[in-house]
């Protein structure tokens, strides 16, 4: 390892830790919350994970909770990406056209937060409007390598042990993909599963809210609080007590190096000596240009949505991000239907899979986080479950040699969140089992 | 009037009356068939209606059907659009590049005809790949103007009392402008309200089958035999005893001429009259642009189908149709997406506006049936209605002094295609008692 690494202590408390110990009073929301702000103090100056601090603003919250009835997320201190919108902080979107910018009203997922006791300790640093031009922010596992993006401080906020849960969003592979370089959970489920209100857009489409966290079952916490309408989950179902995986080594879309190929193999085999039944899946001939189909749809709904926030201003953006902005310009609209009916094609196959396997395991990424700071890494293996709308979480399964974090991704072919996030913690308890 | 007119005389059969008395056995269904052969043979000389009758098989199938136990459309002769798949009839498409082609199923309506006993007597003339180029069909109302595209046909061959009901397909406005022009109920259901599996695709988010007939009550008859999930039909719902329709004028898209204004107004007088409340609609702001996205999404979707399944020999199709797949091909996707989004914001006020009214009405075309073969009328009144997904008809509502059909669109709010038809029928009522 080339650079210092600054990952979570192990008596960093999880988010249901911190939850159960406010509400049994066995400690103080104020005390978790100065906790957090500790942490903050003592690790951010190296990471550079929070764009601003809401300090006193925390402090001053946490005191009002202490006399409070206990919600869902009692006591949680929560890193939010700054493309969420916050109405006692500025939310910059990432882009210096916005840095003196301060919403007037929470995003509608912040104000779940708040409603359930969560304490939004601050900002995290994200990419140019959730796009690929990278922040300062530094990889907790390794001080010289990206933490990934675009959510780069909300992973690296929790990977550091700043805070048990934030916030972050997904278009491309913006929640996966940084989890899985900085050895963390990060979850991206069912599309349209909470309310994008107040949230910055890039594509109405694609765009989806999600949660890091370093244990399975604080997703399932998150989740919970921030559903947009509870009603609607799907009813836990009858789950058969062997469980099937699919392994899907996504080599057709780009080539995983050794690193990962390494990884899933370990993980495929943990679960099977754990009684899993593990099956290698071929690639469905109508999945093979979903990322290009991705990426087409991105770039189409990127430049309208840029062209409408920003007007002429468009032309101030990044180099990298102008030449998505340009390359959705110059797309004809035959190009982008066949990317929606190509999506349609491909989700023809959700059901007979989801009858065949309970999950598919794939890599998260193409290797570890890359070194520098210049990069935060392709998101090309995310592309294809953010397209398909499927849930998908990055499992952080597995450290190289040098203790570098390699992820791999699970995906459900069905909507059931819950039934996923209940999933993720059966082989969070496998992974750890064997430590 | 200029030419002849060729009209069903008074004492035609509507379907309703055709299969009550193939059901009851007052009429055999061989000798309801014969009845409609007998027509088409004495008045589609002239008219043109058919591509091709299958007298024959027709004849068999009848006789078949007399020793059968009846269904819903027992006994009903129909008339079917010649982009609609026969397995025992070619199916042209209304292309020379099809002149040949003899499908080797029947397209799904075409079945659930069968099933439910009608008998398919031939196929209609269908504009090229029901698009804009004329067939040879005339109007039965004056043989020198066009009887109106892309179901010209369907439309005549029923104006004509040649059969009771026949099948079109409405994609811009291609069921409900001819129906208009020949004077008579031509009905486009709620987007998806049967399948189109086995119907020529030009617009997979825009085609609709739709169903001609003399009497509103056919429409019905029609619509429960064909529907593809009868469960899935709302349920009757409670209604108002007085009835509330919004007059649209429709002027923002396209100004209707004096003929139109004037049958507009007669049918709301009537209306009102009749114990309906009449309101004036003004033109949502958000609805002003329908025509133009409907054009957008109509030309992308052509060129794809038509790219798709011609290939090269696209270069052979008419000027009209290849204009309207460069059109496509030219066009960027932000517009198509643009137009997307567009109609999703049109569709916001559909809840308030069918709390306010039951139906509105609102123009047909922008006059009579235009003079001549070369031209099928212009169809912009109809496009925002098929963009939106709703159901919409033609009400054969007045003519003018020289007996001209002058039509107008009644078109509803809410997707309760049963109530709408049930709406037609009550004003069917109304309409004909002042005769």
Chains 1, 2 share one sequence.
Not at 122 to 132: I, L, P, Q, R
Not at 205 to 234: E, K, M, V
Not at 250 to 255: K, L, S
Request: aromatic share 6%.
């Amino acid at each position: 390892m080339t650079g210092r690494a600054m990952l979570a202590a192990r008596n960093e408390l999880t988010g249901a830790q911190a939850v159960a110990a406010a509400t049994t009073g066995e400690r103080s929301v104020s005390d978790l919350v100065a906790a957090s702000l500790d942490r903050i103090r003592a690790a951010d100056e190296a990471i550079g994970a929070f764009r601003v601090v809401g300090e006193e603003a925390a402090i001053r919250r946490a005191k009002e909770l202490d006399d409070r009835a206990a919600g869902l997320l009692y006591g949680l201190a929560v890193g939010v990406k700054d493309v969420i919108d916050t109405a006692d902080l500025p939310t910059g979107y990432g882009s210096p056209l916005y840095s003196d910018h301060q919403p007037a009203v929470d995003a509608a997922v912040v104000r779940s937060l708040r409603q359930a006791g969560a304490v939004v300790v601050g900002k995290t640093e994200s990419t140019e409007f959730a796009m690929f031009q990278p922040t300062r922010t530094r990889n907790p596992a390794d001080l010289d390598r990206t933490p990934g993006g675009s959510s780069s401080g909300s992973a690296a906020a929790v990977a550091a042990g700043m805070v048990p849960v934030a916030l972050g969003t997904q278009t491309a592979g913006s929640v996966v993909r940084p989890a899985a370089y900085c050895g963390i959970y990060g979850f991206k489920p069912t599309r349209g599963w909470t309310s994008t209100k107040g949230v910055w857009q890039l594509s109405g489409q694609l765009d989806t809210l999600g949660i890091f966290a370093r244990s399975a079952a604080d997703l399932g916490l998150a989740y919970r609080a921030l559903h947009a309408a509870p009603g609607h989950a799907p009813p836990p179902r009858a789950r058969p007590a062997r469980r099937t995986i699919a392994v899907l080594s996504g080599e057709e879309w780009a080539a995983p190096d050794a690193d990962v190929r390494d990884a899933l193999r370990a993980v495929a085999d943990m679960l099977a000596r754990a009684g899993w039944d593990v099956l290698e899946m071929a690639m469905p001939p109508s999945w093979l240009r979903l990322p290009e189909h991705h990426e087409t749809i991105m770039a189409v709904e990127v430049a309208r949505s840029l062209h409408q926030a920003l007007g002429p201003q468009v032309r101030q953006i990044s180099e990298s991000a102008l030449a998505i902005v340009e390359h959705g310009d110059r797309c004809p609209a035959r190009d982008y239907l066949a990317a929606l009916e190509a999506r349609e094609a491909a989700l023809a196959i959700l059901q007979p899979l989801a009858g065949a396997a309970d999950l598919l395991f794939t890599p998260s990424a193409l290797g570890v986080a890359p070194e520098g700071l210049d990069f935060t890494g392709d998101p090309v293996l995310c592309r294809p479950w953010t397209l398909l709308g499927l849930p998908a979480a990055n499992v952080p399964a597995w450290r190289r040699s040098d203790a570098l974090p390699v992820g791999v991704q699970a995906v459900s072919a069905s909507h059931d969140d819950l039934g996923f996030i209940r999933d993720l913690v059966s082989i969070e308890t496998v992974l750890t089992e064997r430590e």
